[in-house]
């Protein structure tokens, strides 16, 4: 037995600063800060009286001192675990490292949040010579007990040894060999006692140590291996994903093995009490008859559905599901299980709130509040917004992965980038996808890693797919913002781009460019071969648009998009928008037949030919607004919906040729000499093009500053917005046009241009006999404007926060420079030579998640100086930001009356403005309650 | 006499909604934003007993009043007028058209501020054809009557009908040729009486009526012409350079006329208490005998000295001393005098404060203080920084200026715009300048206008004339940044580009390109011909020095020197700064036998070919920091000053080859295509300088953002600065190294730099054998790092606000783009085709004073924030605004430690300190006065 202290937990508690260890009988479900979730599941099952084997937990307190102390255990912490130990002995009437009657236990991580397979885990723990005859004795199967002494050696050499596992895989493939063994099961008893020798001295090889043979030893071993493993890079990775901060720590569970292999009457398996996939309501799950858990997560052995054991073994499968019934009422979620059934008795090992796709999360929400389990609060918040996305997206069959699956064309997992099912030949080069994707191909384009080179070729492509990097790789923040689908960092694939194809590490198979891939960016996975797609259809989603109409009982926010076309303005309706929040014009201006008259009105040299060129364009833009204002009306009430314009906002050198094509062509011009018409013409462009030119365009003549030196500009949007206006009108409903003016930064300059539109309106409502309906407001984007919303209120009806140019102003940050350049470094991190991790400067891109500190206090500013103007002053957000849940708590905290986002992102930001309102005013509450 | 109202002037009054009419007996010197300047000074002067001819003031709220209800006189203000008419009828025994004994007035403007020759003045008014009788019965002098008659017709004429000037001067060559007349005076009395009807009758023919008879219908009309004259271009421009508020208003004076043309017993001057050229203390001025006003002025005839009216009317003379004595006492401060003699009786007409010259208000200031008169706070604050600034400047020969204008060399004088004295050849053309500049020439760029196109040329020539534009126009702009006189707004000339010459207006003056001209931005005036200039002697100046003094003794701010290299501090320290705030090591890179080295390590394709051009680099900044730290010691004490070395800033494609200028080079190689190797390495240079291209490299990799991604260069540059501190401490003083930081936006990123330059400082300290001093701190100059001020004041010593790029990216503006494109105009005033006034956006170029709405409260919340998290946080300012008075009353009133600012504008800045000190002492007593 252990050779250490004979204190009991309660004194060694004592004699310590702290109390490191929780018997599992100690804790409960609500102590997943301290045990983990793992460790608080089982210890909430103990305490409900589940069969769950006898353990302990130390805390993640012990983890984060442990490595506060320099990567030693926390004074106490060692002498409470053998104590706890000792309990475990007693309940189990085992003893560790006794000959006889030997306690076994597995060692596992336990974080607060779930990261399946992230850290390290060690079975049959206690296992050695001596320890290993009391085993066979007391299962009466040598083969069993030298399997599982084998296993231990392998997984302790590997994980606390850092023994490379295709050692051991070798040693495997040559006694299955020798013993002409088709499977690792039919290895002889015999040949497993040689192969844990055999095991021992490769890890004494790769280690330089012998392998330690007391289990106390193994114990400490151990406990430290899990701790180290919380900090690998697997795990900060996933970490990372999932903004899981890094300063949690992870707990240790050491907890009595029992052993689903000890002949027929035993098994094991995980099972879900609703299906995750789908969301059926019906015990969902596999296991597997003799077989330790790690062969079900293997795959070797195919399982068995978990209803078979119905018939199998109908009495430990009553139980289980009373179990399973009891437990999710319990937890009031579905749960995702593990058991062992030793010798037809059944043990849970584990309990935890499922993970679940998209889709199901979305069906058990709604069905569990139907079925009075939870409330419809209850049910929105349950659901993640990044889920309402994934369910948006085209996906694959799920029956056809379970037979790409089944087929073992499941190549690889990697980081699930940017959600989405894709499917298409691998290529990989971006001048080749490019050249595929034009020659009208599906393509994967398929990399090591992406750079800004290679963008051509992305876009060109169906999907990304890349080895090297995480989310926030080039590839992973590209592929987002090309809504396209992404796997990145998906290491199990070798690229070769000589050879030009990858080969999937561990196995023969070889990928060549052209043959196909199928990849799911919300899962990670990576198939072989074309797998069927099916497309979301929204409109007849009930479940989501059940949950989302709950969401819009539940919010505080207005949820408008961002549109700019008719056909955008029909999507966004459809998808549950309550208005446009913006409309870019000058997206207007790039379409094909109208770039030559805007490129005339820029280039005149009189005021007289630039207004014939903006007269040619009026009709068109008018068009354009008569498209939009039709369709934005309330489908219930037929009602005009808010149509937010924003007046040009582009440097004019956007719309004109490249100056450095031009430079080249006159170059070239010049070279030959025999054109020397041709050459004026293009020199006098070139000159014109080359006054245009901005060192940063981004700060430059554009925004409101166009209007007010060329107010022609403005006067023909403002005419075509508000003639549109009076057309619609005619048609017997009453558009709501508000005019939006960018980049101010001073109320003089919005109230000049001010002054402008209601000349026009004037003129406007002079012709059509009346008067025309408006407001008249203004992009709050720049620092500036920010700061003196107080003065800009006097002159605006509605603020829009502009937060992609205000977060460039006030980071000082080019975003087309930044994301290339040294933003993806500042957030994934830094390569410092004298430092073991990368240094992160920051936890999140500022153009995905709203930076609260800087941006979020000055949109703050703005809101209340605003109001403090003007009370009733309307205000928005109309960047990025307003599609990122995040992003929408911090709007819904400010006040603002609505967010606007992209037309697909408008579900998303239903449910998160819901969720946002929800846990507002639950801390409201809260905050009553606790004066 | 006035058919109008027989009310007297209380009734009228009481009748009005308010009192727009004050006798000069009414008013006092305090009443000046009422009466304005002249106003306020003859009523103080009337009711000090002084002999001023009676009349009356019509108020500056009548003049807006008049502009408030569209060009109208306020109810009761033309009653309140007459009936004033009726008291200075009264008091002089005159009566207004009266034919036997006529009152005849001037009417003049006078506003708050003086705005000399800007606005409009009427003389003699009140003649008609049967009032001129009355004068000649009166003066027995048919001549003098004729002659006035025709002074008022022509002054009148010009200013109420809108005739041409050149007009009457026609006519009266015409009349000198036919009769004889070597000069005006010498036309007799019956040809003026033809003149007259002549000039009446040239007045009907440009106005289309009949020029008014009646003496109350021309006071009508001169009143309403003066309160125009308010609004006209002169007066507005006027009021820009000068900072004069557009909604002051002018006041209208009527007073008695008094005669210093009735004869040798007559006369009329202008004198100062002390000379205002020099300062010395000395009646200083020139009268003409038997001559009108602006007989002076025209400069017709020569003046006399006012000494030698000692001689020629001793008695008045005495009278006039005496006046002026009390003068002086009663102000404090030297007036600037008008009078007239009539008939040997003295008449004070006006009186102001003196205008003076840089150098005559130092010396003044610093006299006036030691003779008593004033306190030395009051001394400070009579000098205005800006003349500081020209005391600095070279100037012109005093003599030599006066003789220019003897010999009539004074060609014209335009706008003010940039001081100091530029002697140089005209050349009308910005390429043409450049290359004369370059071939050793001094040139004088003369255009209408300049534009961005003309830079190169600006910067090649000694000084810049142009003939529009006002003090913010390009040229203006463009010049006061690059530290060259410039004239500009000079209508008078007249450029004729294809010509290559100016002509000069009204005369026959032709400048040609190559003749030699002499323009003084700081007067504006233009002469032909080379001046003498004088060099400043800052080291001998000593009433500046004395002024200064006292400056410091009164100051709360530090004055440090933005400097880069060794000349530049040890100039900063002859100026009496006390520091310096910024030194830009990037200029260091920029010479030319380290650029190449700088390239290399740019291009480095491995971290060792980095390493190995840093290697090289770090000698030369190491001996340039060495010069540095020698040079920033107290000249009194010896000890170090503080020394703000900013690391590596601009991105580094700025010290790479041009991309424009490699394409071409690339595209003339292929299209040769007889150099392959030369394509090869040029395509090779070009793709590498294309990757590192910007959209916005103002927003790009620069700043902290490159130490982070090359953290070695951060590495080396520390090492520069700290191995040179230790060589200079060996040497026996103590350097005050301060390493700072730009661009941070993120306290992280601070604090990852922080990290990597401690290492440095361990490493050099172990190596040196002792502890390196050294400050860290941070450039704030982000709107994010204002915004998170409190915490980048966790990881840094010290801040320094760079208002430069906080303007830019507090207001979306990229300084480059923006003034050559729109900012300009935004405080010139955008043409507005519907309304007849400019409309202006920004009163003052926010990258000359600081925006205190904007900038100003990102400033003071880092400030405050800064301070709260370190209350030792030493803060100050290294942006142009450093040396901008206004700028460093805010700086004083912000509690900043210290403004930084150019070696030359150091002395600017410690008076400015001073003032803003003196101000704002005052104004907190005044609140604790008032609670």
Same sequence: chains 1, 2.
């Avoid at 890094?246 to 094991?268: C, E, I, K, P, R």
């Amino acid at each position: 037995m252990a050779q250490a202290s004979e204190l009991s937990l309660e004194d060694a508690v004592a004699q310590s600063p702290r109390k490191w260890v929780y018997l599992f009988s100690e804790g409960n479900a609500g102590m997943k800060d301290l045990l983990g979730g793992k460790g608080a599941g089982v210890a909430e099952m103990t305490n409900a009286g589940m069969p769950v084997p006898p353990g302990f937990t130390i805390t993640t307190e012990a983890c984060n001192e442990y490595y506060t102390a320099g990567k030693r255990f926390p004074d106490g912490m060692w002498q409470q675990a053998l104590a706890a130990l000792r309990q475990v002995e007693a309940q189990t009437g085992k003893t560790f490292g006794d000959a006889k009657n030997p306690l076994l236990v597995s060692v596992r991580s336990g974080a607060k949040f779930s990261m399946p397979g992230m850290m390290d885990t060690v079975l049959n723990l206690g296992l050695n010579d001596e320890t290993v005859k009391g085993i066979i004795a007391l299962s009466g199967d040598e083969r069993f007990a030298y399997d599982a002494y084998r296993r231990f050696v392998q997984m302790f050499s590997k994980i606390v040894l850092d023994t490379k596992a295709d050692e051991f895989e070798k040693i495997i493939e040559r006694y299955k060999e020798e013993t002409h063994a088709q499977t690792d099961a039919d290895i002889p008893s015999d040949a497993l006692k040689h192969m844990v020798e055999d095991f021992k001295q490769t890890a004494r090889d790769a280690s330089g140590r012998d392998f330690p043979e007391d289990p106390v030893e193994q114990l400490r071993l151990a406990i430290e291996a899990v701790f180290a493993s919380w900090n690998n890079k697997r795990a900060i990775d996933y970490r990372n994903i999932n903004k899981i901060p890094h300063d949690l720590g992870t707990a240790v569970n050491v907890q009595t093995m029992v052993f689903g292999n000890m002949g027929n009457d035993s098994a094991t398996g995980v099972a879900f009490t609703r299906n995750p996939s789908t969301g059926e309501r019906k015990l969902y799950g596999d296991y597997l008859v003799n077989a330790q858990g790690e062969d079900v997560v293997a795959g070797i052995r195919n399982t068995s559905p978990i209803d078979h054991m119905q018939e199998e073994a109908p009495a430990v499968y009553q139980q289980f599901h009373e179990i399973a019934n009891r437990l999710e009422e319990h937890y009031r979620d579905v749960q995702d299980m593990e058991f062992t059934i030793e010798k037809g008795r059944l043990y849970m090992l584990q309990t935890r709130t499922a993970k679940r796709t998209a889709a199901a999360a979305v069906k058990i929400a709604v069905d569990m509040a139907n079925e009075g389990v939870i409330s419809r609060d209850e049910a929105v918040q349950r659901v993640e917004p990044q889920q309402v996305v994934q369910r948006l997206l085209p996906r694959f069959d799920e029956q056809d992965v379970q037979a790409a699956r089944a087929a073992n064309r499941l190549l690889a997992r990697g980081v699930n980038a940017s959600p989405g099912a894709a499917v298409g030949k691998a290529i990989f080069d971006a001048d080749r996808a490019e050249a595929a994707g034009k020659a009208g191909e599906r393509v994967i384009l398929t990399r090591v890693e992406t750079s800004p080179d290679d963008v051509h070729g992305m876009y060109a492509s169906q999907g990304i797919l890349t080895s090297r990097g995480g989310t926030g790789s080039h590839a992973a923040v590209v592929a987002r913002g090309a809504g396209l689908p992404a796997v990145v960092g998906c290491e199990a694939i070798r690229v070769d781009y000589e050879q030009r194809q990858f080969r999937v590490s561990g196995t023969d198979t070889v990928v060549r460019e052209g043959d196909e891939l199928s990849i799911d960016g919300a899962t990670g996975e990576v198939f072989q071969g074309a797998l069927k797609t099916v497309e979301a259809d929204f409109e007849h989603d009930t479940d989501l648009q059940t949950l989302l109409a709950w969401a819009d009982e539940r919010r505080d926010l207005g949820v408008w998009a961002n549109a700019d076309y008719p056909r955008d303005a029909d999507r966004s309706v459809a998808f549950g928008a309550e208005g446009i929040g913006l409309c870019r014009t000058e997206h207007m201006f790039m379409e094909q037949e109208r770039l030559p008259v805007v490129q005339e009105m820029i280039l005149a040299e009189t005021p007289e030919k630039r207004q014939a060129a903006l007269d040619q364009l009026l009709p068109f833009q008018r068009s354009d607004f008569e498209g939009i204002f039709r369709a934005m009306r309330d489908p219930k009430t037929g009602a005009g919906y808010p149509v937010v314009i924003r007046l040009i906002d582009p440097p004019l050198h956007e719309f004109l040729p490249s100056y450095e094509e031009l430079l080249v062509e006159v170059t070239r011009l010049e070279d030959k000499g025999d054109n020397p018409d041709e050459l004026a013409k293009k020199r006098e462009l070139l000159g014109r093009v080359a006054q245009m030119r901005e060192a940063n365009p981004m700060l430059g003549l554009r925004g409101c500053r166009l209007g007010l030196l060329f107010p022609e500009i403005n006067v023909m949007q403002t005419r075509a917005i508000l003639e549109a206006a009076v057309n619609v009108a005619k048609e017997g409903m009453r558009p709501q046009p508000k005019i939006m003016i960018p980049l101010v930064g001073h109320v003089n300059e919005l109230r000049e241009v001010r002054r402008q539109l209601e000349a026009v309106a004037e003129e406007i409502a002079s012709e059509a006999g009346g008067q025309v309906e408006y407001k008249f407001g203004t992009m709050i984007e720049l620092p500036r404007a920010a700061l003196t919303a107080g003065q800009i209120a006097e002159v605006a009806d509605f603020f829009s926060f502009g937060t992609n140019d205000l977060t460039q102003t006030t980071f000082g940050m080019s975003r087309d420079d930044a994301e290339g350049k040294f933003l993806l470094q500042y957030v994934e991190g830094l390569p410092e030579p004298g430092l073991k991790e990368p240094v992160k400067i920051l936890k999140v891109n500022p153009f995905q998640t709203l930076d609260r500190d800087g941006v979020g206090r000055l949109v703050r500013i703005a809101v209340e100086e605003g109001k403090r103007t003007k009370p009733n002053l309307e205000v928005g957000i109309c960047g990025e930001h307003g599609g990122d849940p995040d992003s929408i708590a911090f709007c819904d905290e400010v006040g603002l009356n609505y967010v606007s986002c992209s037309p697909f992102r408008v579900p998303v930001a239903r449910l998160a403005a819901a969720q946002a309102a929800l846990a507002r005013k639950a801390s409201q509450k809260q905050a009553e309650r606790d004066k």
